[in-house]
Nanobody, 120 residues
C-alpha cells in the first residue's frame, strides 16, 4: 500500500552527524505513526525512534539525546537527525509506517533502507 523511500545515509566519522529522510506515498501520511528502525550486522532489527500522529516522540535509550525524529505532514516526510554518532550506530536504517496513529499500533510497512556507517 504505502511506499517508503529512505535517503541520507553515508559514511561519517565518530562524533559526526547525518540527517535521514523518508518520503512516503500511497497513504494518508498524517494519520499514521512513523518509526525508524535499524539493523546492524549480526543483530536483530530494533526500533530506535518513533513519532505518533500527534507529534509526540519516543526513543530507545541508546540514542536519547543524540537522535531526533520529526515529521513534515505537508511533505509526507519523516526525518531522523543523528548527532554525536558512534561506531555502534552503524546499521542499515529503515523507515516504517505504523498500522495506526499511536505508538502501540505496531509497524508493518518498510522502505528499502539506507546504510549508515560510522568509522574513522
Amino acid at each position: 500500500q504505502v511506499q517508503l523511500v529512505e535517503s541520507g545515509g553515508g559514511l561519517v566519522q565518530p562524533g559526526g552527524s547525518l540527517r535521514l529522510s523518508c518520503a512516503a506515498s500511497g497513504s494518508i501520511f498524517s494519520i499514521y505513526a512513523m518509526g525508524w528502525y535499524r539493523q546492524a550486522p549480526g543483530k536483530l532489527r530494533e526500533l530506535v525512534a518513533a513519532i505518533n500522529s500527534g507529534g509526540s516522540t519516543k526513543y530507545t535509550d541508546s540514542v536519547k539525546g543524540r537522535f531526533t525524529i520529526s515529521r513534515d505532514n505537508a511533505k509526507n516526510t519523516v526525518f531522523l537527525q543523528m548527532n554525536s554518532l558512534k561506531p555502534e550506530d552503524t546499521a542499515v536504517y529503515y523507515c516504517s509506517q505504523g498500522y495506526g496513529g499511536s505508538f502501540f499500533s505496531g509497524f508493518g510497512f518498510w522502505g528499502q533502507g539506507t546504510q549508515v556507517t560510522v568509522s574513522s
